[in-house]
């Protein structure tokens, strides 16, 4: 069975810094692009970040503060948040892409507030 499996998402205060990761079990790892999204109430799903063979990339938005990466050993990929703002609060959902196949995560909560 495939499983993405996220964890650390959490309370956070605007500036502050989060570390969200993904374990990923079920598929041959280094064959899938691995992405962050997001959704905010009432709003559409956005990508975030993606990371593939060519490298990173991020949405306008974040770019400059969050960090995509992807530990091939242990089949699990990161997304590092900092300056964290009260716009980025929403679910963060891990996605896993092979050409036409789709896995998603389960979502992770992250809300800024003070």
């Known amino acids: 069975q495939v499983q993405l499996v996220e964890s650390g998402g959490g309370l956070v205060q605007p500036g502050g810094s989060l570390r969200l990761s993904c374990a990923a079990s079920g598929i041959t790892f280094s064959e899938y692009t691995m992405s962050w999204y997001r959704q905010a109430p009432g709003k559409q799903r956005e990508l975030v970040a993606v990371?593939?063979?060519?490298?990173?990339a991020y949405a306008d938005s974040v770019r400059g503060r969050f960090t995509i990466s992807r530990d091939s050993a242990k089949n699990t990929v990161h997304l590092q948040l900092n300056s964290l703002q009260p716009d980025d609060t929403a679910v963060y959902y891990c996605n896993a892409r092979h050409i036409l196949i789709h896995y998603w995560g389960q979502g992770t909560q992250v809300t800024v507030s003070s």
């Open positions: 990371i593939g063979d060519t490298g990173a």
